[in-house]
């Protein structure tokens, strides 16, 4: 498995190496062992978070490049790295919740807590319903304690971590079992449960277009000290839904490669026209990351051989082919003359 490259929160698990007092203050209020299994979920879901980012943005302009994930990356308050945080907690939190319900930790299990009880009408609670509360717990242990910073991007950063963790809660769905008479479906249990974390993913990019910029009071900001500041951030927050992403900074160019950001641009990307299935959004990928980019699309064919017509003979040989297959792709290419930038340029922004 390819291990995270980038991982912000290993920060606390520096207690390895000598010099770092505070860490190992940390380590000894949750004991070794404790602190060790966690740690370990915590980098699994951390990369799954990352996948999941990768997939959602795969036709996006920007496509969550590893360099956006990277500590360095997330010291932006974009858009985009507000996805990041959210994804990245709610990966952790989800990975949490199932470990416990799959048994796989010892001081945690199903949620039971309701089994027994009235639901509602027709149902009792009963089953293993997932224990969200301790994998939310343990995210904001671990996720929310990499920001130790005062400033109002810490703040948006912290609430992007819950609006993520609240993603997994409001996508949790009941799932029930009939009893009864040759389950006649007179009585029914049932127990909550997560969602894929694809369809998490997917509520958290809708959250990303949605996503509101921060009015906060830039004067006061500038000018207060840290309580100072705090108030500003505090009235800044009053009037936005916890469940939903915020960003303090516009987003860069993402069409154009920009190294001291770490993007790469549009130029070289793969993008796709025709094909069964697509999406409105994929089939517009090429408008997308070419076009609107100032780009040309160009076909590129490759050419694959791989075995064919294979026969079976009795016994035991098996005769095939050489078949081979042409492959076409689209990749977004320069145009001949100029930088290949600023023409044909009807949108900016993060699309
Ligand atoms: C938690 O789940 C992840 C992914 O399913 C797995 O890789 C990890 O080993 C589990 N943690 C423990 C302590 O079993
Ligand atoms: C890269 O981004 C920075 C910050 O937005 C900007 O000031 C700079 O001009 C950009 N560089 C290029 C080559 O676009």
């Given at each position: 498995?390819?291990?995270?490259?980038?991982?912000?929160?290993?920060?606390?698990?520096?207690?390895?190496?000598?010099?770092?007092?505070?860490?190992?203050?940390?380590?000894?209020?949750?004991?070794?062992?404790?602190?060790?299994?966690?740690?370990?979920?915590?980098?699994?879901?951390?990369?799954?978070?990352?996948?999941?980012?990768?997939?959602?943005?795969?036709?996006?302009?920007?496509n969550c490049p590893d360099s956006a994930t990277q500590?360095?990356?997330?010291?932006?308050?974009?858009?985009?790295?507000?996805?990041?945080?959210?994804?990245?907690?709610?990966?952790?939190?989800?990975?949490?919740?199932?470990?416990?319900?799959?048994?796989?930790?010892?001081?945690?299990?199903?949620?039971?807590?309701?089994?027994?009880?009235?639901?509602?009408?027709?149902?009792?609670?009963?089953?293993?319903?997932?224990?969200?509360?301790?994998?939310?717990?343990?995210?904001?242990?671990?996720?929310?304690?990499?920001?130790?910073?005062?400033?109002?991007?810490?703040?948006?950063?912290?609430?992007?971590?819950?609006?993520?963790?609240?993603?997994?809660?409001?996508?949790?769905?009941?799932?029930?079992?009939?009893?009864?008479?040759?389950?006649?479906?007179?009585?029914?249990?049932?127990?909550?449960?997560?969602?894929?974390?694809?369809?998490?993913?997917?509520?958290?990019?809708?959250?990303?277009?949605?996503?509101?910029?921060?009015?906060?009071?830039?004067?006061?900001?500038?000018?207060?000290?840290?309580?100072?500041?705090?108030?500003?951030?505090?009235?800044a927050f009053g009037s936005i839904a916890k469940t939903?992403?915020?960003?303090?900074?516009?987003?860069?160019?993402?069409?154009?490669?920009n190294t001291s950001l770490g993007l790469y641009g549009?130029?070289?990307?793969?993008?796709?026209?025709?094909?069964?299935?697509?999406?409105?959004?994929?089939?517009?990928?090429?408008?997308?990351?070419?076009?609107?980019?100032?780009?040309?699309?160009?076909?590129?064919?490759?050419?694959?051989?791989?075995?064919?017509?294979?026969?079976?003979?009795?016994?035991?040989?098996?005769?095939?082919?050489?078949?081979?297959?042409?492959?076409?792709?689209?990749?977004?290419?320069?145009?001949?003359?100029?930088?290949?930038?600023?023409?044909?340029?009807?949108?900016?922004?993060?699309?």
């Amino acid at each position: 498995m390819k291990m995270v490259q980038s991982l912000f929160w290993l920060l606390p698990f520096l207690y390895m190496c000598p010099g770092h007092a505070w860490v190992a203050s940390n380590f000894l209020m949750t004991g070794p062992k404790a602190y060790l299994t966690y740690a370990r979920s915590v980098q699994v879901g951390t990369q799954s978070g990352i996948e999941e980012c990768k997939q959602q943005f795969a036709w996006d302009r920007w496509n969550c490049p590893d360099s956006a994930t990277q500590l360095k990356g997330l010291r932006r308050a974009t858009r985009e790295t507000s996805f990041v945080h959210a994804i990245s907690a709610a990966g952790v939190m989800y990975t949490l919740t199932r470990n416990c319900s799959l048994g796989d930790l010892d001081n945690c299990g199903c949620d039971v807590s309701k089994n027994g009880k009235i639901g509602g009408r027709g149902w009792l609670w009963g089953g293993c319903s997932d224990n969200v509360d301790f994998g939310e717990r343990i995210s904001k242990q671990y996720v929310d304690a990499q920001e130790t910073g005062q400033d109002s991007r810490a703040a948006v950063n912290l609430h992007n971590n819950e609006a993520g963790r609240l993603a997994v809660k409001a996508t949790m769905k009941r799932i029930c079992r009939c009893h009864g008479m040759s389950e006649s479906c007179s009585v029914q249990t049932c127990w909550t449960q997560l969602s894929d974390f694809r369809e998490i993913g997917s509520y958290l990019k809708i959250k990303h277009s949605q996503a509101q910029k921060l009015d906060t009071d830039k004067k006061r900001m500038r000018a207060g000290n840290s309580a100072d500041n705090r108030g500003a951030i505090v009235d800044a927050f009053g009037s936005i839904a916890k469940t939903e992403l915020i960003y303090l900074e516009d987003s860069p160019d993402y069409c154009r490669k920009n190294t001291s950001l770490g993007l790469y641009g549009t130029e070289g990307r793969e993008c796709v026209q025709h094909g069964e299935g697509l999406t409105q959004w994929e089939r517009r990928s090429c408008r997308r990351l070419c076009h609107e980019c100032g780009l040309r699309v160009e076909e590129r064919r490759t050419e694959v051989v791989s075995s064919c017509n294979c026969k079976f003979h009795w016994c035991c040989k098996v005769n095939c082919d050489d078949c081979s297959q042409v492959i076409v792709k689209h990749v977004c290419a320069r145009r001949d003359g100029g930088d290949g930038h600023g023409i044909r340029r009807r949108h900016r922004g993060p699309k």
